[in-house]
């Protein structure tokens, strides 16, 4: 605000603040073929959330997208104190899962915060890239092509 000469208090502020969430949080676009791949995952596996997003906005998107009940934890960067791809929320992930990394697999869109964040923490790593990546390791282009991964 103060870049664009815009003169607020902080009653405003905090008011735009809480107005962005809860705007974020009616986003509820998923991708294709989410919902049909965490029901055939969710009867085999448990399955978590490991998000650099806020707490309060991740559990709203989970609840209005009507995929929540598939989650077992939801490891948010608030909750973990670091952000992705800091090995700390992925081993604060499996400790929460009881579970060791080396049996867990990550399963993400970004390479860096995702991928090599979750090797760091001695993961198994799935990478979802829309277009041909070159990336070690399993890399899928859409979710349908986890089932004859895992």
Known sequence: ????????????????????IDQLSL????VPGAADILGY??????????TNGFGEV?????RNSRIDSYFSEIVH?????????DPRIFQLAT?????P???SVMVGDSLEADVLGAR???????????????????????????KSLL
Do not use: M
């Not at 986003?27 to 998923?30: F, P, R, S």
């Not at 995952?41 to 490991?50: A, F, T, V």
């Not at 991740?58 to 989970?62: F, I, N, P, V």
């Not at 760091?120 to 986890?146: C, F, K, M, W």
């Open 1 to 20: 605000f103060d870049r664009l000469d815009l003169r607020l208090d902080d009653r405003q502020i905090n008011q735009l603040a809480q107005a962005y």
């Open 27 to 30: 986003q509820t676009h998923l």
């Open 41 to 50: 995952l969710s009867g085999k596996y448990r399955l978590h959330i490991i």
């Open 58 to 62: 991740q559990y709203r998107k989970l």
């Open 77 to 85: 960067s608030e909750r973990a104190g670091v952000k992705k791809p």
């Open 95 to 99: 400790e929460l899962a009881g579970v």
């Open 101 to 103: 990394a080396s049996r």
């Open 120 to 146: 760091s923490a001695g993961l198994q790593t799935v990478h979802v890239h829309p277009e041909p990546a070159d990336t070690a390791g399993p890399v899928i282009y859409g979710l349908e092509e986890l």
